[in-house]
């Protein structure tokens, strides 16, 4: 059962536009969230994170949003260039589990 | 610092063959990590270590091994390779539990 959910597997959006992406979680314990960018033939690398103390933190061009009440994280990326072009992945450490990641969600920006 | 780097970068082999996979970190963390992502699903953590000399499971362990001698070092092994375990295999690195994670390039390896 996932425990961090990426329902939308795809996002296409304009250079210069706003991208959201969204992550859900089932587990209310969960007190501390991190996205992660991954290129292809290329690990992931750490992006973002936020703490259930915030309900938001912001850097640079990316901000991350926390609605614990609804179990749900969305992570801006305002504006939005050809280079934000990667799967992001929304990850959560989980008990005895150093961290739990979601699908993923791969991100196109359109020049 | 060359962070996290991974051996070999491609692999293919036979049904019942093994391997070990290379891992090494030069940030002198304590924690590491083993993880495979299988294509359109996220990571799966397979082993990690806390320490030199302390490893545990993750959620899917089966059918792999590890050990941590050194700080540095982390090799996975795959014991009796099965086409289920074709797949992308990234190890990391951390300085504690909570926190990012910094992962190598990874190990594309396939069962045929």
């Known amino acids: 059962d996932q425990q961090v959910k990426q329902n939308s597997p795809s996002l296409s959006v304009q250079e210069g536009r706003i991208s959201i992406l969204n992550c859900d979680y089932t587990?209310?314990?969960?007190?501390?969230f991190l996205w992660y960018k991954k290129y292809p033939a290329e690990g992931p690398t750490f992006l973002i994170s936020?703490?259930?103390?915030?309900d938001k933190n912001e850097d640079g061009r990316f901000t991350v949003f926390l609605n614990k009440s609804a179990k749900h994280l969305s992570l801006h990326i305002v504006p939005s260039q050809p280079g934000d072009s990667a799967v992001y992945f929304c990850?959560?450490?989980?008990?005895?589990?150093?961290?739990?990641f979601g699908k993923g969600t791969r991100l196109s920006v359109i020049a | 610092n060359a962070g996290v780097t991974q051996t070999p970068k491609f692999r293919i082999l036979k049904i019942g063959q093994s391997m070990t996979l290379q891992c090494t970190q030069d940030?002198?963390?304590?924690?590491m990590y083993w993880y495979r992502q299988d294509p359109g699903m996220g990571l799966k953590l397979i082993y990690y270590?806390?320490?030199?000399?302390?490893?545990d499971k993750g959620e899917v362990p089966n059918g792999y091994n590890v050990s941590r001698s050194t700080t540095e070092d982390f090799p996975l092994r795959l014991e009796l390779a099965a086409p289920s375990q074709t797949s992308v295999y990234f190890c990391?690195?951390?300085?504690?539990?909570?926190?990012?994670?910094?992962f190598g390039p990874g190990t594309r390896l396939t069962v045929t």
């Open positions: 270590s806390v320490g030199a000399g302390i490893t």
């Open positions: 587990n209310s314990m969960f007190d501390y």
């Open positions: 990391a690195s951390s300085e504690g539990t909570v926190g990012s994670q910094y």
């Open positions: 990850a959560a450490p989980s008990g005895n589990t150093p961290l739990v």
């Open positions: 940030m002198n963390h304590n924690y």
């Open positions: 936020i703490s259930s103390i915030k």
